[in-house]
């Protein structure tokens, strides 16, 4: 016990250097790179400061805090997008929480039609299969659905595996293959925007064996077109519902 | 004329870099903690481990203790604590608070099986002071759909003080510790041993109840009085708050009642969730016709290309340094400023020059850039680009090359405009300075302007000031020291600092030729130094292996860190080795001369996770003795580098450093230089990019 004396007295200070953070003072400058940390450090400071309080007060939705997306009145957000664009546009639709997206289509490439929104969120759609997003958060980043194409778009049931590509959160690819099955459920006229037309609901239930599980829905026109779709995502995701509106 | 494809580099090489899965676990993992911060019960250790890559920072008190911890997975099987403990009154037989520093360790010797316990060995407090130095071996078996584990072990040294059953090797040689930091092998599993055990039930997902009988007699703190034991056993109540946070009660020894908090956080679960950058513009396919190649005849076309590009790729958060154009091949020098994946910045500047370049132009060359040097290639096809836009990331990899970038390309054309470049930045900071035996705590908060001016590619003057508005670590008295106090004075730079140069440099970055990248640096390099620093680096894109070497002419800077200096000049250096070991661990070696003069080595080991989550230890020792160091006999520490995206879920290329020594003394001190090369050129290499290639199309 002697040396304790010895021990106190000789300690020094470790040192921990932690940059800028806590301070509500803004950051400015034009080096984005050394303003970014106490920027963002302070909005995610607020963002847990409020998720705290609202864990205070009431149990909250995890989805509420989404950016850039906004929940609306489904009539009031069609009219509004025919408004604006002249040309194709779909409605996305997460299901979590409703937030609703007008996408037009901004490119072509290798049999996938790529439809942007202005939030800067995109969908990647080969026949009306999603099979990439981008900007959604968790999302899908590629996807083998080709078997799965054939089949909703034929209208005819089908076993088939689907092949989807997302990120870990180490940022490696990790693929999950379901086995699907796609059967006939009902027809209903759908009537959106400027679609009115007969359509038979496409019902893919898709398995994986740890546990993921998910049930799409895809209205398909006897042309074969894909006029509102129910597609899983991702499991950040869940659901993005997809509505054409011309 | 480049239109030549390199096939310098053998894609599997690389390709045996891409992640195929990952670690096996080994099972029995918990995320429930005990009071020193390890997996376990509540003051008793388990065979359970944490989630692989979990690192957890625990606070708590209890009686007269008061504790600190800092632990992490650092394998499936290998636990690893550092832990800070103050205990009031302790000192001097009751004059005093005692703060103590421990490091523990543990190891999974035998999984778990349908009838076997899973099986682990450990040591606490195995360097330093030895208070609580103890080892154990111990056995949990869990039944119910894992809710229950039972757990029984034998513990030696202090988890042997009560109620011994036996003793082996006859009586625990006593423990001289000197000026601590020495390994006490000596006292491993002797003397007496004693059994405990205890249960773990898992109520819901929130709730986890514990009991244990301990074999800790708590000797010395009952000798001086400040515990007294009038049960052996302990109850613990678990309450997981979020997936992050654990809230824990506790009632000890009959005595006592304690709470805990604990943050656990996995390099593979990123706090935020990530992915709301905004979408890259997609790929534009080439129309049948228009390919002809006259377009290149008219150099207006050319510098009218350049700019598009340029001003594509700043809207994208890069900088379109240089490029170079032929009729079918075009490479561009970009700096990625935004992305951790160098790789997603790659295929983003490679969609954008699908947006841009003539039909003609058939190939990519996308040069990754950093402090105006070109590092690594990524060549691909622009028909490749085209046909697998929509495919997984894999296929593109298995088409693409990375090699080394050229180091002078004749044909590249500097964008108009980048150079010179002045930017400038205003930002609040905080410090934290632990563990200090008057002020475990101390903080300093104020603002630091920063600006840097690149007058060529690789030429960059720089400088950063500080001033601080509120803060402590400057109050006290410097700790005495035998030697020339190159970091012992810390505390009178904090105090006297204000406001401080950081540093105020002039630095050059190049090329020296195949493999070789060269650095000098001269002014205020540092907080407590200046003078001129010279570095080469050896370092092929591919390679798991790189050698460097640097010296350095310093002089100390005075006290109040504007431009005077002290007396004191040293040369120091040192020849440094980087090794990838693989499995995600690197090994590094830092040979040579240090701050005072000392002669000796570095060796770190560390942890490395694809998205640039690094844990590590390191020890410097130098032909400075124990007695001329003080206190820990040598220099030693963790290194922890956490990429902002992971904690901030928006995409950038900025990490937060935190280096904690766990005494930061003169022996074995390093010159703290800004830019050294290895930092960033392995980030720009091939290693980087297919770790991270997952994020090539994002």
Known sequence: MSNDMKFSVMARPMRMLIAGVVLSLAACGSDKQTTQLPKVAGEFIKGVASNVSSRVTAKSSDDASQPST???????????????TPGPINLVIRESNAAVLAMTPIETNAGGVTWMGAGGQSTTLKSGVIVATRGVGDDLMAADAGSARNAIVARRPASYDRVYDHLTGVGHTSKLTTKCTLSTNKSERLVIGEINSAAVVMKEDCAHPNGIKFENLYWVASSGRILKSRQWISQGVGYLIVQPLR | MRARISTSLAIGVLASLMPIGGVAEVGTVTTSYNISGLPGLVDLPTAEVAPDGEFVLSFGSFGPHARGAMTFQATPRITASFRYTKMRDFGGGGAYDYFDRSFDVRFRLLNESKYLPAVSVGLNDFIGTGVYSSEYVVATKSFLDNRLRVTGGLGWGRLGSRDPIGSLSGVRPPWDYGEGGTLSASQWFKGDFAPFGGLSYQVNDKLTFKAEYSSDAYLRESEVGIVELNSPLNFMVDYKWSQTTNLSLFYLYGDMIGGQLTFSFNPKRPASRTGFEAAPLPVKPRAATGWDKEWINDASNKSDLQKILADAFAKDGQRLQGMALTSTDVEIQIQNKKYNSPAQAVGRAARLLTRVMPPSVGVFRITLVDNGVPMSTVVARRSDIEALEHSSANEIFERAQI??????????????????????????????????????????????????????????????????????VGVGEASPSLLQPVRSHRLIYARDGDPAIEHLTASWYTRLGKNMYGRVTAGYLEPMFGGVSAEVLWKPVDSRLALGAEVNWVKQRDYNQLFGFQDYSVATGHLSAYYDLGSGFGATVHAGRYLVGDWGATFALDRKFDNGWEVGAFATFT???????????????????????????????????????????????????????????SDGHGDALASRWGKFWR
């Open chain 2, 403 to 472: 090699v080394e970038a050229n180091a002078s390309n004749d044909e590249m054309v500097l964008t108009p405009g980048e150079y010179p470049k002045f930017s400038w930045a205003i930002t609040p900071y905080a410090e934290l300075s632990l563990f200090d035996p008057d002020n475990p705590i101390r903080s300093e908060f104020g603002i630091r302007a920063s600006a840097k001016y690149e007058i060529t590619p690789g030429f960059v003057l720089s400088g950063a000031v500080a001033q601080s508005i509120w803060g402590d």
């Open chain 2, 623 to 681: 032909d400075v003795s124990a007695e001329q160091f003080g206190e820990g006999s040598f220099d030693k520490g963790i290194h922890v580098t956490i990429p902002l995206e992971w904690a901030l879920g928006q995409p950038s290329r900025g990490k937060s450093v935190t280096k904690i020594h766990s005494l930061s003394r003169d022996g074995g001190a390093r010159l703290d230089v800004d830019g050294r090369l290895y930092d960033w050129v």
């Open chain 1, 70 to 84: 906004a929940k609306a009145d489904p009539n009031a957000a069609v009219k509004a997008a025919l408004a604006a």
